[in-house]
């Protein structure tokens, strides 16, 4: 999520958003990655695969603002410590209530 450029245009009550439909893919490593330069008629690279704007899977829902809404607590944390590792890079997330954590967009 861009806020500054003219990518995104958000509105923090996430009712309504501009976007420009950069969307999810699973990589060759089989997990699920947000990738600002995917959209829908994107050729990809071998062993990805196209998800789409939104995809929803094992309780986890990849939004179309390249957060991760996740019921599942370990879940979350198990996929912002990996995602850490793996891409070097510091992730989070936040604890909105007992049934849900947001990993935000890197």
């Known amino acids: 999520m861009d806020l500054t450029g ?3 245009q958000f509105h923090f009550d996430d009712r309504e958003y501009i976007d ?3 969307d999810w893919i699973r990589d060759t490593y089989g997990t699920i990655q947000y990738d600002p330069n995917i959209t829908k008629n994107s050729v990809l690279k071998k062993g ?15 939004r179309s603002d390249g957060s991760i809404l996740f019921s599942n607590e370990n879940a979350a944390y198990s996929r912002i410590w ?12 936040i604890i909105t209530n007992k049934e849900a954590i947001k990993e935000l967009e890197n």
Do not use: F, V, W
């Open 6 to 8: 003219n990518r995104s």
């Open 20 to 22: 420009d439909s950069e």
């Open 48 to 62: 990805q695969t196209y998800l789409g704007e939104t995809y929803r899977e094992n309780g986890a829902y990849y």
């Open 82 to 93: 990996n995602n850490s590792l793996r891409n070097n890079i510091e992730e989070m997330g």
